[in-house]
């Protein structure tokens, strides 16, 4: 019954679809067993698939490690809110917003045409991306 299981970061080691069901493999031992499991991870997939009683977040602040729980049920929660709360910025969907916003902003006023947008903008965004901000400019002329 004294049983520790330590994991490190173990995404680093698992493809994308495996994350969930290395958090059913730990869950179904540690319960069967009357075992206590830590993992360390910067991975908010990981989080989403752990009830918030088992999550704590270790900050460093100046010389001193502080720790920190979810105020918020972290099962299933939205990853904007788990990337805030775990790491204090916001997540990859929001950078993509923001990007999307600043270049709307830009081209509001161009005219562009879908073509002329993919030749300015297609080296460095994806045709989805650059799709949405066609439509977002189109959605304001009408």
Do not use: W
């Not at 918030?52 to 460093?60: A, G, L, S």
Request: hydrophobic residues 40%; negative net charge; aromatic residues 14%.
């Amino acid at each position: 019954n004294n049983i520790l299981f330590l994991f490190d970061e173990p995404e680093s080691f698992l493809h994308p679809n495996f994350i969930s069901i290395f958090s059913e493999i730990v869950c179904y031992f540690t319960n069967r067993l009357y075992c206590i499991a830590i993992t360390a991870t910067h991975s908010i997939y990981l989080v989403k698939n752990s009830l918030q009683e088992n999550i704590v977040v270790f900050r460093k602040n100046d010389e001193k490690i502080e720790l920190e729980k979810p105020s918020f049920n972290t099962f299933g929660a939205n990853l904007n809110s788990l990337s805030y709360f775990i790491f204090g910025f916001e997540s990859p969907l929001e950078h993509e917003e923001s990007v999307i916003k600043k270049i709307v902003e830009i081209e509001r006023y161009t005219q562009k045409s879908f073509i002329e947008l993919i030749d300015k903008y297609g080296k460095i965004l994806s045709s989805e991306t650059i799709d949405r901000i066609y439509m977002k400019l189109q959605n304001e002329k009408s």
